[in-house]
Nanobody
Framework: QVQLVESGGGLVQPGGSLRLSCAASGIIFSINAMGWYRQAPGKERELVAGITSFGTTHYADSVKGRFTISRDNAKNTVYLQMNRLKPEDTAVYYC?????????WGQGTQVTVSS
């Protein structure tokens, strides 16, 4: 069974920082690509950042230069460092991976940037 558990969300002021974590089990973590998505109220879920098994990263234009995705294979954990947060970053953030033709999602963690 695949399980993804996000943590690290919370309330932060504009300009502040948060680091999200996603702990994975049930997969061979070191060979899986991982991604962070978010869904704001009234908006579609969107890809925020992704990282391949080789460490190649990609980011949505809206977060480039502010967010950094990384992985620690020894801990089976993917991180999303979020800096210079803006009110428009407010959303539920989800961790995602895939195995075969199946996608797997975490339960989500709320990030609220106050203004």
């Amino acid at each position: 069974q695949v399980q993804l558990v996000e943590s690290g969300g919370g309330l932060v002021q504009p300009g502040g920082s948060l680091r999200l974590s996603c702990a994975a089990s049930g997969i061979i973590f070191s060979i899986n690509a991982m991604g962070w998505y978010r869904q704001a109220p009234g908006k579609e879920r969107e890809l925020v950042a992704g990282i391949t098994s080789f460490g190649t990263t990609h980011y949505a234009d809206s977060v480039k230069g502010r967010f950094t995705i990384s992985r620690d294979n020894a801990k089976n954990t993917v991180y999303l460092q979020m800096n210079r947060l803006k009110p428009e970053d407010t959303a539920v953030y989800y961790c995602k991976t895939h195995r075969g033709n199946d996608d797997y999602w975490g339960q989500g963690t709320q990030v609220t940037v106050s203004s």
